[in-house]
């Protein structure tokens, strides 16, 4: 018998709820996969100068230099053990992966990066065919190219950040399928990816209730049946949210905290946050990767307005959605969903230095996008497609540019640090990380101006501190360098390292007795420190115990190999030296300068025993070959001083005294023997 025509099919019900479909105008979608093709071709041309970029930050200490991603079985411990910072296995198995395939080579991991960037918008793209189909192309393309997501994909560690969107992307892309086929495997799909998002960066923790809104969305009669599907979603997203919020705490912030604050003060926070990233999408110029920090003020006038504004925002989305549509609405909604982990509520240790971040607006900005979008689309109706696409080609062609300008910052870390500072100078993490790399650099002068202004902005920030300190200790400027390495012990700042540095200073300026003592309270609590042995032998030298100042010295390569023998000879002609020895000295000071041909200090010491010894010449040579390897040492400048005038070079000696003197104003001694000079030329 035939089927009557007013028969429902067999996979039909009576009460199936539509397609999902936020489409103000019910049209289908204007660009197809041809154009997401030409989108993902233009995109990765406009990225193509990160490929220049360097490894900036924490690229080193949790890719090039973490020791979990350098050892074989670093996958073993990403996964199953308590060894990294953060619970991300995904992404640090990741890194893993890249280093032992791309080594030092950072073309390599900007390459992955991008594709991670360009399958994110490829998934927005498919997902939004299915919610705005309209505005598909228009908000992944604003998404693709906008100069915020700059930081996400031209800062190599940020892979996280690329890689815990497109988990949530699929998971909504799946989901949506999932709704119009009842397929449970499409379900599972969908699961898999969130958990895949999740297991990367748990910043789309809020995703089950974007999925919840799904659920819901246009179903007549809401029952549980409607709802379970979610259930999944928020499983993964307590376990695997908890667990990182367990690392987090325990782990990445290590018993730091951002600042003390209480409810009131994190609501206005996360007020601000949410006007301040709106902003940063419409008008993305500069783009900063630290903004400036906001103090933490109380319940101001104007903090009150900002929330109220925010209130009066969704109170007027609701109000359109009456009239138009809901997309604005549900695409603000998803917005904060986005950026909610971000929002303060919960301490990021990135926070210390900065409430916002680019990075922290990636997954969120699409629903922003969304919002955006179908608003300029009902407004712009009147003036027809053709300009509404006009003005879309303009837009676009600015976020481009403006994407290709923001990666030039990303070149070098030094570039990173400097591009900040010329738009944020309050940013101190930024001074500090800067004199890190000028230091480094052999550029102590400029390096120890941007630590002062560190510690002028924050005085207590130990890091900065103790590095400080040991900048000066290494330029040779010991009595500086105390003041701040005691405070570095105060605020428990790597303080072994810092009571080693110090004990340094005070051999540095003769007071053997208190080194001594000092690093022998350092050695009880580090017997198997090759460093710490090696300058307890010093002091011990120092202090005419011969003996042990060579015992210590003979264990120092047996505890750690890295230990340089040139090291070890440095240190036993400074012994013997001690000891006046001077035969026994050179030669082992020309052991050492074997080893170590850059070694300023032993060049310097061997010059000082040839003045002793009077040879004049020979001094004079080892104290030249010593200031062109390290061309800031004050002592050499004066050395070298004292030789020029005792061989009646009068004007050369006052010039290497007031060389010294310019790189260590303090240096008594140069100051006398250039008064000394003054006398006798008669001023």
Known sequence: MSKRSGTPSKNTTSDSSPTVSLNPTGRHEIFGNRHLKGLLLFTALVYLPSLFGGFIWDDKTYVTESPIIKSSDGLWKIWFTKEPVDFWPLSYSLEWFRFHLFGMNPVGYHVVNIVLHLLCVALVFLMLKRLVPRMAFGVAAVFALHPCNVESVAWIFQAKTLMSASGGFAAIHFFLRYKESGDRRILAAAVVSFAFGMLSKSSIVMLPFAILALCAWKTPKLRLATVLPSVPFFAVSALVGGVSVWFNLSRSMGGTTVEPRGLVDKVIIAGKCFWFYLYKMVAPWPTLFVYPRWALAGPTVAAVLLLCAIVGLFVLLLAFRKRVTWAPLLGMCFFVLGIFPALGFVDVYFMTFSWVADHYLYFGMVGALVAGGSIGVTVMRPFGRFVGRGVLAVALCMCAALTVESQLRFTSEEAVWRHTLRYNPSAWIAHTNLANILTQRGQEEEGLSHYREALRLNPDRGETVFNTGSTLWQAGRAAEAVPFLQRSIELNFMPSQARLYLAQCLLDLDKDSLALVLLEKVAEKNRRSAEVRYWLAMAYGRNGQAGNALANLDTVTQLDETFTPGQVWYAKGEILWGLRRKADALKAYDFALRYDPQN?????????????????????????????????????????????????????????????????????????ELGKQRKQAGR
Not at 624 to 642: D, K, Q, S, V, Y
């Open 600 to 672: 300023a200090a032993a060049e310097n010491n061997v010059g000082v025993i040839y003045a002793d010894m009077d040879s004049l010449g020979a001094a004079e040579l080892h104290y030249r070959l010593a200031i062109g390897l390290r061309p800031g040492f004050a002592e050499a400048h004066l050395n070298l001083g004292i030789i020029l005038a005792a061989r009646g070079k009068d004007a050369q000696a006052a010039e290497e005294f007031r060389t010294a003197l310019r790189y260590n104003p303090k240096l008594a001694e140069a100051d006398t």
